[in-house]
């Protein structure tokens, strides 16, 4: 079947605009992960959506950055006023739930802060 | 807190030689680990995981994986390398009470020379 789809794979901005990475998750899987993955941090945890919950936002580096899941599938991660250190890719994964669920990850989205 | 370490950021060896990636991680409680790996240009790709079953793990392209609490270990093994097993490989750590979230350990760049 199909696996995790991100959009766009590349994207190149402005210091100062918005931008929107939107992710496809794994059709029936109830979580939903952000990550980022740069140089000098390797690969950090964003923000996690399970079900209906709350989501988990302890990772989000800064109120610059948000993110929703609409309708318990699709998601976008939106950063504000974007800087140069937000250049990095962000990667989106899902997973069935549960205790075990094996997080299965997309191709991810270069972004490049100008 | 979770941590994960990797020994050895980059690590060569040649065809047909023994492949073993170190991974050392910290955990309050009984842990779920992962070894994942990184194409260039590519997401993460699952190779192996271990939540609590058997201790030795045998994962895809060959790669096993031995948990040792006693170590707090869970390196990587290959017997043989192959010239298509280049690509980076990250250690990951995630705990049931944080939401299965993955901490990630910074990752190792295999080299295999022909």
């Known amino acids: 079947g199909a696996g995790v789809s991100q959009s766009p794979s590349n994207k190149v901005t402005e210091k100062g605009k918005d931008v929107e990475l939107r992710c496809d998750p794994i059709?029936?899987?109830?979580?939903l992960y952000w990550y980022r993955q740069s140089l000098g941090q390797g690969l950090e945890f964003l923000i996690y959506f399970q079900g209906n919950s709350a989501p988990d936002k302890s990772g989000l580096p800064s109120d610059r950055f948000s993110a929703e899941r609409t309708g318990g599938s699709v998601s976008t991660l939106t950063i504000q006023r974007t800087q140069q250190e937000d250049s990095a890719v962000y990667l989106c994964?899902?997973?069935?739930?549960?205790?075990?669920?094996?997080?299965?990850f997309g191709p991810g989205t270069r972004l490049t802060v100008l | 807190a979770q941590s994960v370490t990797q020994l050895g950021s980059h690590v060569s060896v040649s065809e047909g030689a023994l492949v073993l990636l170190r991974c050392n991680y910290s955990?309050?409680?009984?842990?779920?680990l992962f070894w994942y790996v990184q194409y260039p240009n590519q997401g993460l790709q699952l190779l192996l995981k271990?939540?609590?079953?058997?201790?030795l793990v045998k994962g895809i392209n060959g790669f096993e994986a031995e948990f040792k609490k006693s170590e707090t270990s869970f390196h990587l093994t290959k017997p043989s390398a192959h010239m298509s097993d280049a690509a980076e490989y990250f250690c990951?750590?995630?705990?049931?009470?944080?939401?299965?979230?993955?901490?990630f350990g910074a990752g190792t760049i295999l080299r295999v020379k022909s």
């Open positions: 955990s309050s409680v009984p842990p779920y």
């Open positions: 990951a750590v995630s705990e049931p009470e944080y939401g299965n979230k993955l901490v």
């Open positions: 059709s029936g899987h109830t979580a």
């Open positions: 271990y939540t609590s079953a058997a201790t």
């Open positions: 994964a899902s997973s069935p739930g549960g205790e075990r669920g094996t997080q299965y």
